[in-house]
């Protein structure tokens, strides 16, 4: 076993497809929740995501029914 520190995963700020600066929202991963303020671990889930609309990466691709963003849409 070794004395070094693992490395920094560096975490990205910007999106890789357009440059643009991602922005951060809270989501429910349990729809059955009432609609409240109040945060329950593993229940909800952080992500980061592009805002702007004309990104490349949210483009729909035809091959893909799911979308760009997966089977729960765009964030």
Known sequence: ????????????????????????????????????PELRPGEMVAVDYCPNPSCPAKQADPADPAGPAGPAGPA
């Open 1 to 36: 076993m070794t004395d070094q520190a693992p490395e920094e995963q560096e975490w990205p700020t910007h999106c890789p497809a357009c440059g643009t600066e991602l922005t951060s929202a809270v989501i429910d991963m349990d729809k059955t929740n009432a609609d409240r």
